[in-house]
């Protein structure tokens, strides 16, 4: 089983930066797909970034649109996932959540194709 725990959630105003990181405890991977949704209130669940990685291939990433060229998505040598997020906008408040595939090494933006999902933390952009 694969536990994915988030932190790095908060309060900044317009403009700032905030960091997110996702650990996936349960085994040593040799490919995984990790990526960051966010869920506003009464709207759906969005795809916001994503990286790819396998031990014969690299890594590889994507993004939404209104995130591109503000959020960053990377990894560590390990099992660590990250979202630096900068510029951030009023709109970006949300709950952001962790989700994974550890099956498979290609960019999946569809939430229903993840096998597992961190418990959420909040991000709040005030203007």
């Known amino acids: 089983q694969v536990q994915l725990v988030e932190s790095g959630g908060g309060l900044v105003q317009a403009g700032g930066s905030l960091r997110l990181s996702c650990t996936a405890h349960?085994?040593?991977?040799?490919?995984?797909?990790m990526a960051w949704f966010r869920q506003a209130p009464g709207k759906e669940r969005d795809f916001v970034a994503a990286?790819?990685?396998?031990?014969?291939?690299?890594?590889?990433t994507g993004y939404a649109d209104s995130v591109r060229g503000r959020f960053t998505i990377s990894r560590d040598n390990g099992n660590t996932v990250y979202l630096q997020m900068n510029s951030l906008k009023p709109e970006d408040t949300a709950v952001y959540y962790c989700?994974?595939?550890?099956?498979?090494?290609?960019?999946?933006?569809?939430?229903?194709?993840?096998?597992?999902w961190g418990k959420g933390t909040q991000v709040t952009v005030s203007s």
């Open positions: 349960g085994r040593t991977f040799s490919t995984y797909v």
């Open positions: 989700a994974g595939i550890f099956s498979r090494s290609a960019i999946v933006y569809t939430p229903a194709l993840y096998e597992y």
């Open positions: 990286v790819a990685w396998d031990r014969w291939s690299g890594s590889r």
